[in-house]
């Protein structure tokens, strides 16, 4: 309950994490009932299934975005697209925030041989070029499930936040405060997570964020290139499909727009969250009275 | 209470780029033991990279030192069964010297005094606790209900330096190892914060380790002084004796760097950076062992 009142007075601190997290918010929601809505608008069959209705029609009031070159609903098919970019950045994000966080608090808290083995290692993935490799793994991942496709492109992008996490617990672990628990018989993994962790949050956030769009818009390129794996229709797909069959020239703007101002938002949106958090989370910055 | 700390032959060194071996010496062969009766005031005074703090950490059992050992009522710290080492804890406390650093911005104050109640099991129920708390506050001279439930930045240095030492004041340790604990805070707030000092040594009879590279301070607390240069021990005494007849010329360099407070007497020899050095150079009594002072 204390969390919970806590959120939400950092939330009303900060319009731009408001703004953000709202954007965000709705952008979520979309896809979580992106079946409804897609059952709505097909109104009792399957407004994506090939020729479900005649191609290329124009936007408006039977189909609010028009329809592509298999007469597929575009509406439905952003929602569907959108709920699988955002499962992909979820799920990428979750792992490779994941994956640098442990990595980030073992090498920068141990220290020693363990750090210079992690930091040697993550030194290595950060210099791979990733894209290419991204191609070359697509090319052999055919109808893969969108759990396989965010592995594949978290094992890409966990280094970026591992390290910054790193270089941020090596400067607090030798903070007096440190110390202080330390003498208090606090243990190295109590400390860990009671004394550094939290201060670490916003820069956790910021990773998390980041890696999901790593993740999000890798997929769009390999999509919008044409090489994206086969079995997941995400916005970059769309965007493929709307460049490669000469969308704009039809009269099909939608196709082509929608997905794009839509990855757009949720960029900004989610670069508000990191601008926001860093706001907030700088005690510097909070009010002098506190509550 | 097993109630003496002794260092014996301790060193510390550290890597270091750009030095001839690769290595600098902090510390270098430090013994002295301190006795937890009769509480005393032993301060440590020495310049800024003389190995003070490094001592402390030591001590506190925050750095392994490279050779030598610290030993607690005769035992080395670093080996201590279980109990000896929970002993240990609750018996060597410290104050440290940046009253900024020592709260974690991201909890309310009150989180470092319920984390020792809790640690050290000092109170089995909350109202308890809270009690203890309260006391512990006002015996340094705060009001509890100005600082309980603010975060630090909301707190004075001073009155985060207490809340440090009312911290002490509930785990009652033998010793307190106070780590330049008054260097930033002004004058009126320092002579409050050592005359808590002085308190708690005569009514809870602690000794105090008081790391400083003020002499003014030292004298304020009387006690016994030691002096430390380049990581070596080179003078210890009873205050009035060190500081009227030093014996080691660095300790007669840092009596002379004290300004007087007479608008007559301006300060207008000048130390020449070389001298420090000089000092060494032209003392080979700095370079041989400095006899372990005994209590």
């Known amino acids: ?27 979520v929601l979309l896809a979580l009932f992106s079946p409804v809505i897609v059952n709505a608008i097909g109104g009792g069959k399957d407004p994506i299934e090939v020729a479900a209705y005649e191609k290329w029609l124009v936007p408006g009031p039977g189909h609010l975005l028009g329809t592509d070159q298999f007469g597929r609903d575009v509406f439905a098919m952003v929602m569907k697209a959108l709920s699988v970019s955002l499962q992909i950045g979820a799920i990428a994000g979750i792992i490779s925030t994941v994956a640098g966080v442990i990595v980030a ?19 290595i993935l950060l210099v791979i070029p990733t894209f290419p ?28 936040a591992a390290k910054t996490i790193r270089s941020q617990v090596l400067s607090l672990r030798t903070r007096p405060y440190v110390d202080l628990a330390r003498v208090s018989k606090a243990r190295d993994l109590e400390i860990i997570v009671t004394e550094l962790l939290p201060n670490l949050l916003p820069f956790i956030g910021v990773g998390f964020a980041s890696s999901a769009l790593g993740a999000i818009f890798g997929l769009v390129g390999l999509e919008v290139i044409g090489l994206g794996p086969g079995g997941v229709v995400d916005l970059g797909q769309i965007i493929y499909n709307a460049i490669t069959t000469g969308a704009l020239t039809l009269g099909a703007w939608p196709m082509f727009v929608v997905p794009i101002v839509l990855l757009t938002l949720l960029f900004a949106a989610l670069n508000m969250v990191n601008i926001g958090l860093e706001e907030v989370y700088n005690p510097r910055l909070r009010g002098v009275a506190g509550e | ?51 003070k703090s490094t001592i402390a950490r030591n001590v506190l059992g925050l750095q392994k030192p490279t050779a030598g050992s610290v030993l607690y009522g005769g035992k080395d710290i670093f080996k201590l069964s279980r109990a000896e080492y929970d002993e240990y804890r609750r018996d060597v406390q410290p104050v440290f010297q940046d009253p900024y650093a020592i709260f974690n911005p991201f909890y309310r104050v009150d989180r470092v005094l319920w984390k020792a109640l809790k640690k050290f099991k000092l109170a089995d129920t909350r109202a308890k606790g809270l009690e203890l708390i309260e006391e512990s506050l006002r015996a340094v001279r705060l009001e509890p209900e100005n600082v309980l439930g603010r975060y630090p930045h909301q707190l004075s240095g001073g009155q985060r330096q207490r809340i440090m ?9 033998s010793f307190i190892i106070a780590d330049e604990p008054v260097s930033m805070l002004d004058a009126q707030v320092r002579k409050h914060f050592l ?18 590279h003020d002499l003014s301070t030292v004298y304020y607390l009387g006690g016994e002084v030691m002096v430390i240069t380049k990581g070596q021990i080179v003078e210890r005494g009873p205050v009035s004796t060190v500081m009227h007849e030093p014996s080691h010329p660095y300790t007669k360099l840092l009596l002379d760097s004290i300004p007087q407070p007479d608008p007559d007497q301006r300060w207008t020899s000048r130390i020449a950076v070389d001298e420090l050095e000089r000092v060494d150079d032209a003392n080979p009594a700095a370079d041989t062992k400095p006899e372990a002072p005994i209590l």
């Open chain 1, 1 to 27: 309950m204390r969390i919970l009142t806590a959120v939400l007075r950092t939330i009303r601190n900060s319009r731009r994490l408001a703004a953000g997290l709202i954007i965000l918010g709705v952008m």
């Open chain 1, 105 to 123: 608090f073992v090498a920068g808290y141990k220290g020693g041989w363990i750090d210079g083995i992690l930091s040697t290692f993550t030194g």
């Open chain 1, 133 to 160: 490799l991204l191609i070359a793994l697509s090319a052999y991942a055919k109808n893969v499930s969108l759990f396989q496709v965010g592995v594949m492109i978290s094992i890409f992008s966990w280094p970026f």
């Open chain 2, 1 to 51: 209470m097993k109630s003496e700390l002794e260092l014996r032959g301790v060193q510390q060194r550290f890597h270091a780029r750009g030095v001839a071996d690769g290595y600098i010496t902090a510390v270098d062969d430090v013994s002295f033991s301190l006795a937890a009766s009769p509480p005393q005031i032993v301060s440590l005074v020495g310049q800024s990279g003389s190995g």
């Open chain 2, 165 to 173: 030492l009312a911290r002490v004041h509930m785990l009652r340790p």
């Open chain 2, 195 to 212: 005359d808590i000092l002085l308190d708690f040594q005569t009514k809870h009879g602690m000794t105090t380790l008081f790391i400083t």
